[in-house]
């Protein structure tokens, strides 16, 4: 298979810096090496601070429109080639064509977004109370922003912090996961094509993420930490950030409930509860992970969720025609029949639906019935195409279970109609809830968790205030 010409270095001050350390990228729908990349060490990982933190003065000083423009063309460049995006997404990460190319396009979005936000950077101007003075309250830029990334959204999770980054204007150092580094390098490569300035973007590859992280984040020279992955590392750094009191952002682990109510038409529920759980294979952080369906139409939601599952052509991403492409790797797809085994164990009866090929990191999806709420998928972040179905009587029943987790990102509700649905949607514990549809993610909405699943928001307008740093000047005038 012809791989793009993708970057395989680091990217430091503007170059593409070769290490020794080489690491290898492979494609999970074959086993076969698709590149060698660089694999940092700590201390080519702080080079790449020192780069970004030589940038950060000139360009903190460039004017919103310079900065907004240089995302614009970001934006264009990436709209333009799209499907080499796609294609990289695919091969280096396994999921099926249409989801790649619909990451992209959304990954693309951030960069459109945020060149319209930078120019609406908004402070405040008011009379104290007592009148003895004005407050004046401006937002800078944070200075250098550490960013890690997962392997299951390789282009939109960078895109989704660089944007708003380098709109407020913080230089960054970006540390893609060790899967999927290709796709970073490119988006990289984008922005340098779009005109930013050398240093303001870097990209640090390794097999080393730990000594690198902490490395970094000691360095005094970083000013911001923005994680996306899971509550287990989520917390690890957390701990390392509270060391200097750093701004931590952090979009973390899920567990989302899907719900579906007593009255609801249930083929509309199916239609989106397979996007809920089937995006991205079902390795998505929003992946409706336990689902808890009325006893009145439990049956009839689990017959038409297997025979929609079932319709799923399961092969290489890369096949155009396959609508389930491969799990990032043997070591997730295992993961996940471990934890149907484990089920198993517990009595619930699972359904494989269809064949997968032999060989590859491809998984058939699975409808698990007879599941109680407690046991180990209802506990567990899936990560992969398995629905386990738990049968409820009473609404408030749904809820309790519905919010019995240490997690809190999205929880889907489908319901007879949006009134019914919004009136159990205000009771759920989760940052974001999707009310009789199946996705809800959006770059110009705030999008991130409560509880255990993060610390801030991604997107909207609250995104750009992940980078910036309020100061009030009291003034008598
Ligand atoms: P992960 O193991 O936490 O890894 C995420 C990133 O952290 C990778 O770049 C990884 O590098 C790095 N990392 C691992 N150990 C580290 C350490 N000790 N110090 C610093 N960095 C470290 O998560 P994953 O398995 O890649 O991704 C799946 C998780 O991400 C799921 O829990 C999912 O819910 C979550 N997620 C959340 C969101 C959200 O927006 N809330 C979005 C997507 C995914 P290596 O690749 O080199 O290990």
Redesign the pocket.
């Known amino acids: 298979m012809a791989i793009l010409q993708a970057r395989r270095e680091l990217l430091i001050g503007g170059e593409w810096v070769r290490t020794t350390g080489r690491l290898e990228v492979h494609d999970p729908a074959t086993g076969e090496v698709l590149a060698d990349i660089a694999d940092a060490t700590a201390q080519e990982a702080l080079q790449a601070v020192g780069a970004a933190h030589d940038a950060f003065g000139s360009w903190s000083q460039t004017s919103a429109r310079q900065r907004a423009e240089i995302l614009r063309r970001s934006f264009e460049i990436m709209t333009a080639e799209i499907e080499d995006c796609a294609r990289l997404i695919c091969l280096e990460n396994g999921k099926a064509w249409g989801d790649a190319l619909g990451e992209a396009t959304y990954a693309a979005e951030f960069f459109r977004w945020f060149s319209e936000e930078a120019c609406r950077i908004a402070g405040d101007f008011r009379y104290a109370p007592n009148g003895d003075k004005t407050i004046i309250v401006d937002h800078r830029p944070m200075g250098v922003a550490y960013m ?6 390789p282009a939109a ?1 960078a895109t989704r912090k660089l944007a708003p980054a380098l709109a407020a204007g913080c230089t960054a150092v970006l ?5 999927t580094p290709l796709t970073a390098l490119w988006v990289a490569d984008v922005v340098q094509r779009a005109g930013a300035p050398a240093g303001v973007v870097n990209v640090v590859t ?2 080393q ?2 000594p690198v ?1 902490e490395a970094v984040l000691a360095d005094p020279r970083t000013a911001t930490l923005s994680f ?6 989520g917390k ?2 957390l701990g390392q950030t509270a060391r200097r009191v750093l701004p931590s952002s952090m ?4 567990n989302a409930p899907l719900i579906v109510l007593e009255g609801t038409d249930v083929g509309r529920a199916v239609e989106g509860a397979m996007v809920a759980k089937m995006r991205n294979g079902g390795s998505a ?1 929003t992946a409706a992970n336990r689902m808890y369906v009325h006893e009145s139409v439990a049956e009839n939601f689990s017959e038409q969720l297997q025979t929609a599952l079932a319709s799923l052509r399961i092969g290489p991403g890369i096949d155009r025609t396959n609508d389930l492409g491969a799990m990032v790797s043997l070591k997730e797809r295992d993961k996940v029949l471990d934890l149907v085994a484990a089920a198993e164990g517990e009595g619930a009866q699972a359904v494989a639906v269809s064949q997968a090929p032999v060989s590859g990191a491809f998984l058939a999806p699975r409808v698990v019935r007879g599941v109680e709420h407690g046991s180990v998928l209802t506990r567990s ?1 899936i ?1 992969g195409p398995v629905a386990p179905i738990v049968t409820f009587s009473d609404t408030d029943e749904a809820v309790r279970m519905a919010n019995d987790t240490e997690y809190g ?1 999205i929880s889907y509700v489908f319901a007879r109609d949006n009134g019914q649905g919004i009136e159990v949607a205000r009771r759920l514990e989760s940052g974001m809830v999707a009310v009789n549809r199946g996705v809800a993610s959006d770059p110009a909405a705030p ?1 991130g ?1 409560m509880k255990e ?2 610390l801030g928001r991604e997107g909207g307008f609250a995104g750009i205030h992940e980078f910036l740093e309020t100061q009030y000047f009291a003034v008598d005038l």
């Open positions: 890690i990334t997962p392997w299951n959204f999770m540390k893609p996961a060790a899967e390794t097999s993420a730990g992280s996306t992955g899971s509550t287990y590392v690890l750094l979009e973390l682990g899920g952080c972040e990560f990102l999008f968790g699943s993060g």
